[in-house]
Nanobody, 119 residues
Framework: QVQLVESGGGLVQAGGSLRLSCAASESISSIDVMGWSRQAPGKQRDFVAAITNSGYIYYANSVKGRFTISRDNAKNTLYLQMNSLTPGDTAVYFC?????????????WGQGTQVTVSS
């Protein structure tokens, strides 16, 4: 149903910054939870950050203090501002729309955008 399109990935040196965007095909005000997860080659997909329709924000400990999740309801767009990037942040980043922060089988996912951080 809802379609999600990520953008903003690229190559950046360690210590640099990137801002990812996720454009949704419908009003994000009607989506209970939106968030970001990432997956490195050969690794599982891990939770990064989420924001609920009520305004609660959650971060993985690995990105807390460096990443900021936000939304622009007028533009139906979710953002992830990433600062102080390290090679450990290299992964494909996926946008998610769902009903619970913990995730579920009914989650919708975008196609992902590649983030590569060089040493």
């Amino acid at each position: 149903q809802v379609q999600l399109v990520e953008s903003g990935g690229g190559l950046v040196q360690a210590g640099g910054s990137l801002r990812l965007s996720c454009a949704a095909s419908e009003s994000i005000s009607s989506i209970d939870v939106m968030g970001w997860s990432r997956q490195a080659p050969g690794k599982q997909r891990d939770f990064v950050a989420a924001i609920t329709n009520s305004g609660y924000i959650y971060y993985a400990n690995s990105v807390k203090g460096r990443f900021t999740i936000s939304r622009d309801n007028a533009k139906n767009t979710l953002y992830l501002q990433m600062n102080s990037l390290t090679p450990g942040d290299t992964a494909v980043y996926f946008c998610k729309a769902g009903r619970e922060v913990a995730g579920g089988k009914d989650d919708y996912w975008g196609q992902g955008t590649q983030v590569t951080v060089s040493s």
